[in-house]
């Protein structure tokens, strides 16, 4: 394809190639060529060959920087983009450039830095030429979702949600693009804290620094994010207690991947005597969010560890009954049980896999999982050991149980590299504890009763919430700086933290018994449970993180529907329960506000009891409605197996093939509940050709996924609501 010689120059130099780089048009299309016929490695060695003979031209800097990047020679890109911003330093296209090698690099707040020079370098180039309105490249364009994706997989929410609302701003990209980056921001799992999108505040006063301050504003305004924080810190001095000072400093950080910056100045907002208290509370909480970004590892953590101990056993077939005697011991010991173990994983690496495995439990009542323990025999160059593997606190509290058993001494534990670490609070919420099982398979569950599985479901959620009120108020936890929850109330500060932790996993918390676990710490720890809000307009002028407290009765039919779909999209679970049995109790709404509310409710139900009532209600509005009941009836097989009921899972598996065999879909979802439920898929498929699973003895093809947009809109009232898929949650902004 030929090149147009009056498009701007490749190398974001602001002129028209033909009075830029004429002399390299023809070498620029045979480079084009290569890359549209997918020879990525053929162009760049053209590129390196033709910097060779003229050193130092931007369109050859540029092009070679970007096919490195996309060859993934990330050294070697960080070198050119080093090169072509020393040669051009207010090259938009070398600063955007640039961002993305810092960024690759993890160095975030550099990336921020230079691109918001881009920005600004790019608007005044484009001012120069006179051209305003085309003053930003495709290629500026594509480096900012770039560092979108890149901000968000670094849990730099505030840098990439700023460059989305700055491509919104400016309308830069197709619209599918940037709900597609929104969409990314928002699975990258955004904090509670941080799911609420705050906006630059004016002063509104006649100071003295109103005009400095109005000035900051505008910079801002204008994408000059860097000048407007500058502006902005230069007024501490004089103007310290006006909340909008610290409001905007905080935010403008958030957006320049400062996270450190950002928690104080939240934190000094916090402390200002007239800041309202939820007001205080939440700014205390995006400020730990914040903490938390900027130093994930911060003190204290709970990492996963191993300890060795080493099998005094003799050789040969002597050794190997003496490891018999060893497992049998294990075997009726109370605190251990075996567990399966695959080998594949050994044996793809080529070493020798564990003889066997076992969970090791404490004392407790239910027993709770401490470790897993792995005894290896005699190798060729390795004697028998013993291998416990947990997190640190468990495998201190499991060594001594295990040495006792097995008659050998542990080494002190050790991290293993490259597992990830877990906050103290998340490790309360992981125990798992051992349920007593039937020693036989129990009968079905008659209709109106609970299941087993219900019954176990039960126990283990009393259990780990009961562990989980008497440990964590005692805990010292990173958010409170190293204190625990109990010696932190005692100061004002402290107090917003731990309201602000408990508020949060009250609000956000997937299951009720969670939900009330949490509620129910305020009492010992001497917090003052929430007020009601009442608030007839709450969208727009209420962050989310309270919508819980509103009083739903007093709220229209439109609000309340506004405040269950965002609620849901942005993962506040309890507001959206509370909205969703508000608007099942009205007379007024339509079936597709009941279908809505019943379809939330049925995810967050617990028991099989209820999530049967759930369905049977569901099925009913699907008739209204005219809907497809075909994923009500997978929903109801997956509970029908949880319960053991084996004539009413025959009886829906028939129901699917013969009314939703042709729907993609449903049969996507049969296969994910057959396979939970440890059923065979292939093998079914295999012997029932024709059957649920598809004709011709294959199992379905998986799904097309939804569009990533789709999965990420956000809500705005009087819009469609989004699908609110998987665990990542979204950003919501006042008045939509």
């Given at each position: 394809?030929?090149?147009?010689?009056?498009?701007?120059?490749?190398?974001?130099?602001?002129?028209?190639?033909?009075?830029?780089?004429?002399?390299?048009?023809?070498?620029?299309?045979?480079?084009?060529?290569?890359?549209?016929?997918?020879?990525?490695?053929?162009?760049?060695?053209?590129?390196?060959?033709?910097?060779?003979?003229?050193?130092?031209?931007?369109?050859?800097?540029?092009?070679?920087?970007?096919?490195?990047?996309?060859?993934?020679?990330?050294?070697?890109?960080?070198?050119?983009?080093?090169?072509?911003?020393?040669?051009?330093?207010?090259?938009?296209?070398?600063?955007?450039?640039?961002?993305?090698?810092?960024?690759?690099?993890?160095?975030?707040?550099?990336?921020?830095?230079?691109?918001?020079?881009?920005?600004?370098?790019?608007?005044?180039?484009?001012?120069?030429?006179?051209?305003?309105?085309?003053?930003?490249?495709?290629?500026?364009?594509?480096?900012?979702?770039?560092?979108?994706q890149a901000a968000a997989q670094l849990g730099q929410v505030g840098f990439a949600q700023g460059i989305v609302e700055w491509l919104n701003d400016r309308g830069l990209g197709s619209e599918e693009e940037r709900q597609l980056l929104a969409a990314v921001v928002g699975s990258a799992g955004v904090p509670p804290a941080l799911r609420t999108k705050v906006g630059l505040e004016p002063a509104g006063g006649g100071e003295s620094w109103a005009p400095d301050f109005e000035l900051g504003l505008k910079q801002a305004g204008s994408w000059q994010l860097a000048k407007a924080l500058t502006t902005f810190r230069s007024l501490k001095g004089v103007a310290g207690d006006c909340p909008q000072l610290h409001t905007n400093i905080a935010t403008l950080c958030e957006m320049m991947a400062r996270p450190m910056e950002a928690?104080?100045?939240?934190?000094?907002?916090?402390?200002?005597?007239?800041?309202?208290?939820?007001?205080?509370?939440?700014?205390?909480?995006?400020?730990?969010?914040?903490?938390?970004?900027?130093?994930?590892?911060?003190?204290?953590?709970?990492?996963?560890?191993?300890?060795?101990?080493?099998?005094?056993?003799p050789a040969g077939e002597d050794g190997s009954a003496a490891l018999e005697l060893l497992e049998d011991k294990l075997r009726h010991d109370p605190h251990s049980e075996p567990a399966a173990l695959d080998r594949s994983p050994w044996v793809s690496r080529n070493a020798a896999p564990p003889r066997s495995a076992w969970r090791i439990y404490d004392d407790g009542d239910p027993a709770r999982l401490l470790a897993s323990l792995l005894l290896f025999g005699r190798q060729t160059d390795r004697d028998p050991e013993a291998v416990l593997q947990g997190f640190a606190p468990d495998i201190e509290t499991a060594a001594p149980m295990v040495a006792e058993i097995l008659g050998c001494t542990f080494a002190a534990a050790g991290d293993l590299a490259g597992m990830p670490v877990v906050s103290p609070t998340n490790w309360l919420l992981g125990s798992q504890f051992k349920m007593a099982m039937p020693s036989s398979p129990p009968a079905p569950a008659k209709a109106g009763e609970p299941s087993i599985f219900d019954t176990i479901m039960e126990r283990q959620q009393e259990a780990l919430w009961k562990r989980f009120t008497a440990v964590w108020p005692d805990t010292p936890l990173p958010e409170l700086l190293g204190k625990t929850p109990r010696q932190a109330v005692a100061d004002a500060e402290g107090r917003r933290r731990v309201t602000a932790l408990i508020t949060e996993g009250e609000a956000t918390s997937r299951r009720t018994d969670a939900t009330a676990g949490w509620a129910g710490l305020r009492e010992p720890l001497g917090l003052p449970m929430e007020a009601v809000i009442d608030l007839p307009e709450p969208l727009g002028q209420l962050p989310p993180l309270r919508w819980h407290r509103l009083r739903m009765a007093s709220l229209s039919l439109d609000q309340l529907r506004g405040v269950l779909v965002t609620a849901i999209d942005a993962g506040f679970e309890l507001a959206a329960e509370r909205a969703a049995d508000d608007l099942l109790s009205r007379s007024e709404v339509t079936p597709q506000d009941r279908w809505e509310a019943l379809g939330f409710l049925l995810q967050r139900a617990e028991t099989s009891l209820r999530k049967l009532e759930i369905i049977e209600q569901l099925r009913g509005i699907a008739k209204e409605i005219k809907a497809s009941a075909g994923m009500l009836e997978v929903a109801e097989l997956r509970v029908r197996l949880q319960r053991g009921d084996e004539a009413e899972a025959t009886r829906l598996l028939t129901v699917i093939q013969r009314d939703h065999g042709g729907d993609r879909r449903v049969l996507q979802a049969l296969t994910e509940v057959l396979m939970e439920a440890g059923i065979d898929v292939g093998g079914m498929a295999s012997r029932a050709a024709g059957g649920p699973l598809g004709a011709g003895g294959q199992a379905p093809p998986p799904a097309a996924p939804a569009a990533a947009s789709e999965a990420g809109k956000l809500w705005t009232p009087g819009g469609e609501s989004a699908s609110g898929g998987g665990e990542g949650k979204k950003i919501w902004t006042p008045g939509g």
């Open positions: 394809m030929a090149i147009d010689t009056y498009a701007p120059c490749p190398g974001g130099t602001g002129k028209k190639i033909k009075f830029c780089c004429p002399d390299l048009v023809g070498d620029l299309e045979q480079i084009d060529k290569l890359i549209e016929g997918d020879q990525i490695t053929a162009a760049l060695d053209q590129v390196k060959r033709l910097e060779e003979k003229q050193p130092g031209r931007a369109c050859l800097l540029a092009t070679r920087t970007k096919l490195e990047l996309s060859t993934k020679q990330f050294a070697a890109a960080a070198e050119t983009s080093r090169r072509f911003l020393e040669a051009f330093p207010d090259n938009p296209l070398a600063l955007g450039q640039a961002a993305i090698t810092d960024a690759l690099t993890g160095q975030l707040q550099e990336a921020a830095a230079r691109f918001d020079k881009a920005r600004t370098a790019a608007v005044a180039a484009g001012k120069a030429a006179g051209e305003q309105g085309q003053d930003v490249s495709p290629e500026l364009v594509r480096i900012a979702g770039t560092l979108v928690s104080e100045s939240w934190l000094a907002l916090a402390k200002l005597p007239d800041t309202p208290a939820d007001d205080a509370g939440e700014a205390t909480g995006r400020a730990m969010a914040l903490e938390t970004i900027a130093n994930p590892e911060r003190s204290p953590v709970i990492r996963f560890a191993s300890c060795v101990a080493p099998l005094q056993l």
